[in-house]
């Protein structure tokens, strides 16, 4: 069955450091990959989404992600968080039908 | 763009009482329509979708149900709670499937006591 596996529930960062929250998958045909984010008080939304191209995407707020088939793997980065960037982020994968499998979620701390 | 409502924002039910949630849609016709619960620590976890008027895929049997009268329109429901429904249910649409995004709801906080 396809999972979603998030390895770090909380991560805490202080602003301008480096981010990378680790996404692996298990399945083992053409899939489609997304990153969500929910800020406090806020409704979950898309941040990017991998479907096919460049393995490499860009999304908003300086984010981008990565899908290493290989590996099995779409591991989220920033360059430099901010405060603002403190956050629940989820990785999330489809597998060509109606549903979306979502990971753990990884909970963001940027101390100021 | 979709636009969803759901509706309590906040509800505390005894055990064994009904519950019903509404969720409806604006702003697209036809969407895909789902229902997850919300955990700590367990991210999000499908219970109901649905394609269609009247089409309802259950992806966890459970205490729960749910119904699709219209279009837009997707509700939640259960004949007696549980203390284990317990949770944040959130309801989200989709205008496909495979590459589409998933747009969400604000949700709503259930409380059994």
């Known amino acids: 069955a396809q999972s979603v596996s998030q390895h770090n529930h909380h991560v805490i960062l202080s602003e301008a450091a480096s981010l990378e929250l680790g996404c692996n998958y298990s399945?083992?045909?053409?899939?489609?990959l997304f990153w969500y984010v929910q800020y406090p008080g806020q409704h979950l939304q898309l941040l990017l989404k991998?479907?096919?191209?460049?393995?490499l995407v860009k999304g908003i707020k300086g984010f981008e992600a990565e899908f290493i088939k290989s590996k099995f793997s779409f591991n989220l980065r920033k360059p430099s968080v901010q405060w603002s960037d403190t956050a629940e982020y989820f990785c999330?994968?489809?597998?060509?039908?109606?549903?979306?499998?979502f990971g753990a979620g990884t909970r963001l701390f940027v101390k100021a | 763009s979709q636009t969803i409502h759901q509706w309590p924002a906040t509800l505390v039910q005894p055990v064994g009482s009904p519950l019903s949630l509404e969720c409806t849609v604006e702003g697209t016709s036809n969407p895909n329509l789902y229902w997850y619960r919300q955990a700590a620590g367990r991210g999000l976890q499908l219970l109901f979708y649905s394609v269609g008027i009247g089409q309802i895929s259950s992806e966890v049997p459970q205490n729960l149900s749910a119904s699709r009268p219209q279009d837009r329109q997707f509700i939640l429901s259960s004949k007696k709670l549980l203390l284990s429904d317990s949770g944040f249910y959130l309801c989200a649409c989709q205008r496909g499937g495979g590459t589409e995004t998933q747009y969400f709801g604000p949700g709503t906080r259930l409380l059994v006591l």
């Open positions: 991998y479907f096919s191209g460049d393995p």
């Open positions: 399945y083992g045909g053409t899939v489609n």
């Open positions: 999330a994968l489809e597998t060509g039908g109606f549903k979306t499998i």
